[in-house]
């Protein structure tokens, strides 16, 4: 395996603003609460984000974007996480605090079928 440069982590997310509100009251946003810490300082187990669900339609993901995706090895569980490596198939997800994080370093590159959508702001 080719060792690859890692982006830097997100260090902050925006707040919502009255947009994103609307935007999730016409359900073009989706409500994700976070649980564990595998994405500590940046998110705390109890807050939510949301996230656009169509922002890969068009593209992939970028290194360092934050995403909420479906496990590869649990059907059904969603993680956040942000996006390390992109590969014309995949994803490479890791927590930002890699000692508290299950990602790809233990269940591989996550195929971008699993990716339910990008990470935009905090919620409320």
Known sequence: MVERPHPTPPHALRPSHWMDVGLWLWRRRRRFRVTGDSMRPLLVPGEEVLIDPTAYRRRAPQPGDLVVAEHPQRPGFQLIKWVVA????????????????????????VSLHRILGQVVCRFP
């Open 86 to 109: 992109v590969e014309p198939q995949g994803c490479f997800l890791q927590g930002i605090d890699r000692a508290a994080s299950t990602d790809s370093r233990t269940f591989g590159w």
